[in-house]
């Protein structure tokens, strides 16, 4: 006697002695899934912010432009250095680039160049007190945005409401369909994570740039979305 088995699902179902072979329901299949998603979401006020100040040089070859432009760095860095502290604000430097610049034919008339720093944490007003002494620099993008901290924590009580509200349209899909209640089958959770917002900067006169009255940025807090979103399936029981 010949046998033959049959692949169902992820069952394979038992050789019969009949010349054709029919094929048995998967013995874990499951009937009447639904698949949705539910969010939750919060409105919190920014309390990171980060300040990007640069310089340009010019000169007629790339050595001078280059020494120009660290000593301008060297001298914004003494001054910001003393007011760091871990968190409050952080100092570190950001770009700095060397170009020629060109004439007629392609000829090299000069070179220019930039350099920036970057000051940021969520101690704004340190921050913009900073930026207002440093005298070589000035104030090129201002962003706004959460600190790890602040993100973590709104996030872990959006994911609650997040879960709830899922679990909560569960039931009640379950009790639409006329059923008595669900079994999970599938859940995602995905966090809709706010980047730093660039703020628009009121451009001052540079003399008053370069002074060192020159008061601080004023920087109002905006505000960022934190999202969570719970998706899945889940399996209507009687």
């Known amino acids: ?25 998967a013995a874990n299949a499951v009937n009447n899934v639904v698949s949705f998603a539910a969010s939750a979401s919060v ?22 432009v280059q020494k120009a432009l660290q000593q301008a760095v060297e001298a914004a860095l003494a001054v910001a250095r003393p007011a760091a502290q871990p968190g409050a604000m952080e100092v570190r430097t950001g770009n700095f680039s060397i170009y020629p610049r060109h004439a007629s034919q392609g000829r090299i008339s000069g070179w220019q160049g930039t350099a920036e720093i970057v000051l940021e944490g969520t101690d704004v007003p340190r921050i913009t007190q900073a930026a207002a002494r440093i005298q070589t620099l000035s104030v090129a993008r201002v962003s706004q945005g959460l600190s790890r901290q602040a993100r973590d924590k709104h996030e872990a009580a959006v994911q609650a409401q997040a879960v709830a509200q899922y679990r909560a349209k569960a039931q009640e899909l379950a ?6 209640g669900y079994e999970l089958r599938e859940v995602n959770v995905s966090t809709q994570e706010p980047g730093l917002t660039p703020v628009p900067l009121m451009m001052r006169a540079k003399a008053d740039v370069m002074t060192a009255e020159a008061a601080p940025l004023p920087v109002e807090a905006g505000k960022a979305l934190v999202t969570v979103t719970v998706s899945g399936s889940v399996a209507l029981k009687p």
């Open 175 to 180: 009790k639409l369909f006329g059923f008595g």
């Open 1 to 25: 006697m010949k046998r033959r088995l049959v692949l169902s699902g992820l069952c394979l179902a038992a050789a019969v002695a009949a010349p054709t072979v029919l094929a048995q329901p």
């Open 43 to 64: 409105e919190v006020p920014h309390d990171f912010l980060s300040l990007t100040l640069n310089t340009t040089r010019e000169a007629g070859d790339a050595a001078a």
